[in-house]
């Protein structure tokens, strides 16, 4: 293809050609069908003959049987134990924005803390004039808020800042996730326990046998932090900190303390475990960059992927992905064919939320030759997501967190994907 | 109260006053806390000292066990079996806008089909150019959206038309779910079918066991509707007809065809069982209406209710709703105390989308004295949600369906809440 001629294919053309998706049904008499198992009439299966399970069988439902490999995977090598380590979300079965709670990934640092609410306390104390220390029930009693945002472990993709390693989005971006939480304004609770003037910093420390902890600053807890007890609707599930964990919109998840016990106001950050030896970036010079909280700008391309591959030959094809910005909302997606040398622009579909995810589709005639799949996003503050070679030229290789890089695939002639790198 | 003081409680006097939340804590040492075992120090129980379980030893969550209760659940004696029945979403336990996939309610006519995708097929026939038989995965070539929808059950609220009935939301108003869908808009696959002129009409139809099947009139068909097969991200459960369902935004969800197998287009409708002896609205004249699709603007409050009372006594209080419009946006919910002789404007909080649950609160100061609390909604074509005295003058008793008459829920003295009808 030429520079200029855009591979999309328009509705119109999508609807009236056919090249499109229904070649075989329009080529032949659908309701025949012979000889092309995919197109028999509908048969009259058993489940259209007798009854099925009835209501409320399943007080709490779960999925079908045959979708048993969506599911929530860990990498065996990468941690040297299942309680200090990672599992990551099945993005490329997943469409939307809204993560279901079930496959929301996992990070533990001491495995799942399971708390009866009625033995859980949060205190605050610290430079605050009213120390507070309240039950779940008590919590539950202030004004609540409802927000939908993105929650990145700042290490995710980090396998990725030496080469491509780990062949499928449920690896290189899997550590995110996407829900509506509903709890209570951390302003809210900090001005009814009186930050003091000289109150700069905040202590945030988890009820897990790891007892989590880090450094907030005072100016992003009485922004739009959130204390959480539910996640789309409902409580929140043992893994993700029930009963209360915390919310901080954009920024790592590391910060997101789970299991919230503990939230101490200081003068000073505490220079804790996690934000001097763990969560800092290592640069080429040798020093390294703190405090890097702000997820910045970054999109990955969910299917095709090594996990989802084209399996219908060419034609019409759909690109799905996810896109999101720590720094607000998404802007625009432009995805790439060609590993970045020509780009055309995706279309956003459901709702654009401030640091939430948003899914973009860019769909094409496939004609049948390898690809080098990319997706680029903008966000709202303008910037623009760089490409490996760019966050290597500043970073170097020795980080593990913030690669927000672009992602290339490489989609061969069978239909096939793998992570790949293009120069 | 006078009529015209407000008794809701300002930010400001929340936070100062001593007659808020906290006051317990705030009348002695929050740290010492003898006395009050709700406000002793945070202990250090055993989930604190000992590893917990690791990641993706569960590939796919699920609650607490402590939340064991939050659960959908069946009325013995409203059905004579539970395959054609209905459960209900436990909504005084949920908030936000989106019902996790679990808790969804469930209205089945033949039990729940178990398909297995492969051997499912959607056809699509009648007065059509090109007849179509799809596949899923065929299905998943077409260009997708993602809207978030509620579907309510023509029959949410059905046992009130007489008087209070069923105390607590979960049953008067858990017919209604809130999730985001993906699928393919309606009006590709009628445009790659291609509609003759003179098919204005369009059968629906399940492949459970009921064989349910429904009438739908192009327009809508051609607007807004959607052929799903994932909700909140994942693939539908079984229960809401997966592989495939139709999503008719704003309208009854009966019309919204689980396990859809068959649209065949026609030029009348079909006068289906569910569409004449079945979700039709018998009046008082003896005449019944039909096709009443689009279900009004309708709220309540789901905390404090029945099965959710008030346990901490007068003070700050929050009651937490839910409202939403079949004909639109929420442009407006009021809350009243005393049972319609005042309203206070309500809050909403989080998303307010078309077609879609919206959540309101309302906080104030109360005095523990009896309540009658009530909520009303506009949406924004102007449409204000009706008392059920007025529903009955123009409707009668003798109806099942679509009642969207406002909700009265006592709250006594001691904070238990019951299900009352107010003049």
């Keep these: 293809m030429s520079k200029m001629d855009s591979p999309r294919k328009s509705r119109r053309s999508f609807l009236a050609a056919g090249a499109g998706v229904a070649a075989s049904v329009l080529a032949k008499p659908a309701l025949a069908g012979a000889g092309n198992p995919a197109n028999q009439p509908p048969n009259v299966p058993e489940w259209s003959k007798s009854l099925g399970e009835g209501v409320a069988v399943r007080p709490y ?15 065996e090598w990468l941690t040297a134990s299942r309680e200090s380590s990672v599992s990551f979300t099945p993005l490329h079965e997943l469409e939307g924005i809204i993560t279901p709670n079930g496959l929301c990934f996992e990070r533990h640092h001491g495995g799942i803390a399971e708390i009866d609410p009625a033995d859980h306390r949060l205190m605050i104390h610290g430079l605050v004039e009213r120390p507070l220390i309240l039950t779940l029930d008590e919590l539950k009693r202030y004004p609540r808020v409802n927000r939908i945002h993105f929650m990145e472990c700042a290490a995710n993709s980090g396998m990725e800042w030496r080469g491509a390693q780990l062949n499928g989005c449920q690896f290189t971006h899997g550590m995110i996730h996407c829900v509506q ?28 046998a790891a007892a ?3 450094s907030l600053p005072i100016e992003k807890a009485l922004d739009d932090c959130i204390i959480a007890y539910k996640m789309n609707g409902e409580a929140l599930y043992p893994e993700q900190g029930y009963p209360m964990r915390l919310v901080v ?26 934000e001097t030896s763990k969560y800092t970036d290592l640069l080429p010079n040798g020093k390294a960059r703190r405090f890097t909280w702000s997820m910045d700008a970054k999109s990955v391309i969910t299917s095709p992927s090594p996990q989802a591959p084209i399996k219908h030959g060419k034609g019409f094809t759909i690109v799905s992905g996810l896109a999101w910005s720590g720094n607000g909302k998404v802007k625009r997606v432009d995805v790439s064919l060609d590993g970045g040398r020509n780009w055309w622009p ?7 939320l401030d640091k939430a995810l948003t899914r973009f589709y860019y769909e094409f005639d496939w004609n049948g030759e390898p690809l080098l799949l990319q997706s680029r996003v903008q966000d709202e503050t303008g910037y623009v997501q760089p490409s490996k070679a760019e966050l290597r030229k500043i970073r170097g290789v020795n980080s593990i967190y913030h690669n927000n890089g672009i992602q290339t695939w490489h989609v061969q002639a069978n239909g096939e994907v793998e992570n790949v790198e293009v120069a």
């Design 346 to 352: 995706a279309r956003l579909d459901g709702p654009v």
């Design 212 to 214: 989590m902890d880090r």
């Design 61 to 75: 439902g779960k999925p079908s049987k045959f979708e048993k490999e969506v599911i929530r995977r860990d990498v």
């Design 249 to 274: 919109p954009g920024w790592q998840g590391n910060l997101w303390v789970k299991w919230l016990r503990r939230i101490k106001v200081g003068d000073q950050p505490w220079h804790t475990r996690e």
């Design 181 to 208: 939480y509903t709890g209570v304004s951390l302003r809210t609770l900090l001005e009814e326990a009186g930050v003091k003037t000289n109150g700069k910093w905040l202590l945030v420390e988890g009820a897990d």
